[in-house]
């Protein structure tokens, strides 16, 4: 079944007429998204890649219905403002693809979701894919490329970085293992859809049968994705790799989430506390694709 | 996160009406003792640094005269700590301190709102207060888009028994203290302690504010020089690298150094990581073989071929690395022909001069790879280049058997230069930089390479000779996107006739 996107969902580009809006649509388009219609402010009237722009969301939706999923791309000032028009425009998903949003404008944005229901993945986020159905943000960077990387399958991927969402469906691809949905959760410190967040979503998606997660130092996403195995509510196994092994405490590495504060988000920390609930974590990424293998095997899950 | 001295903090209080001792900055001891004179009696000096137990360094000195205050100064001042020196003092009134309280905004990220922390005990860390006085501290999530008025405060320090006049100057005070994080897009704004004086004031006695690095482009105010924490005074290469991020939003770059002073043979390696998660298991590839870094990169996030090599330009500037690292998430879905072309620029013109392995794997790494190769070609030294299917671990062991094997050459290729075109054709970049061709040799060229391979295409043929078919303004205005086909495509394929300049300022 797949998280979050799949080809049905009818999807929105905000700031479609962007050097980055445009070619993302167009990939997102080519890949199998029901793209309906992009919004820039100023630029209604134009068409991008045969999509009808318009001045505002609302206007859109008046124009093409409802839409199920916003995809930002647009400069991190301007951010909160077209969030928080989608969002009181009725769209219940957002993907907000830039990096550089201030902190202040995540919150607002936050609240305001929180408010009218509405879920978001990032900011600072790849995207979110489900192989074979349809991709919003640019994980792939080429439909084609996506379409030979990756094929769906039994298996959540939910990642804090970037590229690496990417690297760990195409090396689980090869060992034979595809994926149900691959979801960036975004670099940044807050996101609207953290890991825990993630994993219970996929919880619920019959099709996953089983979790893999990078995770990073920094914050407590994945100690509290063990708090929810350790409470029940998360039953399907998982198989995790905790990256930044060698950051010293104090340092910071250049992703805004990846910063080690006191005892909490160490690698240490992370590493004990989920195979404290029984996760599999594995000590180089490399292993990742066999443990999986491993696990599936073990738990009667086939590929 | 971008810290504030205490003295810039204190006047972002003062400014939303908060209570801050008397008092002024001094950058010598002849300020201190002037401040000393005016305020009269007996006074504070404290040293401007981002440390906590400054008393105990002595960074915090009494005086009761102003020639003490003035020798206190002189004593603190050009003091070093951690690597920072100290330019400030703040000469403060002494207070006469009844009670101490600690108050603080912090941003919640699981609750993905700001949170007031307030405690009846002050002046220790909050860590340290809160597990030895736990009944003393009061906590409460803010609703952002109602804001923290004084009445809220005013019950949330009820809880902790703080009644009367007190809690209603310390509502408005933390009422305040939230106006002032919210404002200044504050990761956190603490007052430790909240000085409750005989008088019956409350003073913040000291103040901690650190900024949101992404809001810094909002708060000129602040006048805040690099939006990046270093637990060390940024190095001069620091500097440069951030002027280069700071004014180019296009994909991120990031640049810390980990070794200065090291000499040829020391095993240090200058790395270049594409992507948060992947650089930082590339650095742990490289580290595994018992190599040091001389820095930390990463440039993600779509960067241009043109960040790309001002990035590869600031690693190469630091000391005698003896290798190249670079190495990201393997498979990014940018092309990679950007990041090769970038290295490739930047190889050519230094010229590269050390073994270097880069992993360039994802979207159109056969591309890439290829244009390594020609590097490679074209220079005395080893450049390998690699793929999704070529882990980093294997990255990092073809690195380590070509340093084995490699002995320093005397001779390095001659760096390719700017030319001096005979007939030159140019246009401005966004970046400040300049494309520029040489129509003499463009005339003579028999494959026109720059034509097709240019990303945006924006050259066209008139008369055989590559021009833009956009204005010259649009192609300043981020037209031309700086994918560097043009020179690199051309020097290698072409008649080198194009040739793409692009400052870095501080970097000669």
Known sequence: MSILIDE?????????????????????????????????????????????????????????????????????????????????????????????????????????????KVKFVGPNTLGVLSPGKAVLGMIGGRADSARSWFFPGPVGITSRSGGITSSMAYYLAQEGIGATTLVHVGGDVVVGLPHPEVVKLFEKDPETKAIVMFGEIGGSQEERVADLVESGELTKPIIAFIGGK??????????????????RGTYEGKVKRLQEVGATVVDAFGDLPHATKSVLMKHGIEL | MARLHEHQG??????????????????????ARKIAEELGGEVVVKGQAWVTGRASRGLIQFADTPEAAAAAASAILGDEIGGF??????????????????????????AQAPRIIFSSKGGSGVEQIA????????????????GFPDYCARDLVRQVGIQGKVQLAMGLLLSRLYTVAR????????????????????????????VDDYAVFRQPGLKIDVAREFDRPPTELERIAWEIEKSDYRGTFYFIQMEQDFKKGDKVIGFHGAGGGGSMMSMDAILNKGYKLANFVDTS?????????????????????????????????????????????????????????????????????????QVNEALPVPIEAYGKDDSPDFCSTRLDDLLKIFLPIEDTAPPVEKPQPEEPYQFETV????????????????????????????????DNLPVLNISAEDARKGGCIECLACQVECYFGGNQGGYVELPIPGLE
């Open chain 1, 8 to 116: 049905k969902k009818t999807v929105l580009v905000q700031g479609i007429t962007g050097r980055e809006g445009r070619t993302r649509a167009s990939l997102m388009k080519e890949y199998g998204t029901d793209i309906v219609a992009g919004v820039t402010p100023g630029k209604g009237g134009q068409e991008i890649i045969g999509l009808p722009v318009y001045d505002t969301v609302l206007e859109a939706s008046e124009a093409c219905g409802k839409f199920d999923i916003s995809v930002l791309f647009i400069p991190a000032p301007l951010v909160r403002s077209a969030a928080l028009e989608a969002i009181e425009a009725g769209v219940k998903l957002l993907v907000i693809v830039p990096d550089r949003v201030p902190i202040y404008d995540v919150l607002e944005i936050a609240r305001s979701a929180k408010k009218h």
């Open chain 1, 246 to 263: 060698a950051a010293k405490s104090g340092t910071r590495f250049s992703h805004a989430g990846a910063i080690v504060e006191g005892n």
């Open chain 2, 10 to 31: 204190k006047n972002l209080l003062a400014g939303e009406k908060i209570g801050i001792p008397r008092g002024k900055a001094a950058r010598t001891s002849s300020e």
């Open chain 2, 85 to 110: 020196l100290i330019d400030t003092v703040l000469i403060e009134e002494k207070l006469n301190v009844k009670q101490e309280f600690y108050a603080g905004v912090i941003i919640d990220d699981i």
């Open chain 2, 131 to 146: 597990s030895e006085y736990p009944d003393a501290i009061a906590q409460t999530l803010v609703d952002i888009q109602v």
């Open chain 2, 183 to 210: 404002n200044s897009d504050a990761r956190a704004a603490e007052i430790n302690p909240v000085a409750l004086t005989e008088e019956g004031k409350l003073i913040a006695a000291d103040c901690r504010i650190t």
């Open chain 2, 301 to 373: 996030g779509n960067p241009p071929a043109s960040k790309v090599y001002r990035a590869a330009r600031v690693i190469l500037a630091q000391g005698p690395i003896d290798g190249y690292f670079s190495s990201g998430s393997g498979v990014a879905s940018q092309e990679q022909f950007h990041s090769a072309r970038g290295l490739a620029k930047a190889f050519l013109e230094v010229p590269l001069n050390v073994p270097a392995v880069i992993r360039l794997g994802g979207n159109a790494e056969d591309r890439a790879i290829a244009i390594m190769e």
């Open chain 2, 431 to 462: 970046s400040g930089g300049t494309v520029l061709f040489d129509h003499a040799a463009c005339r003579k060229c028999d494959t026109h390479i720059c034509i097709d391979t240019c990303v945006p295409e924006i050259l066209s043929l008139k």
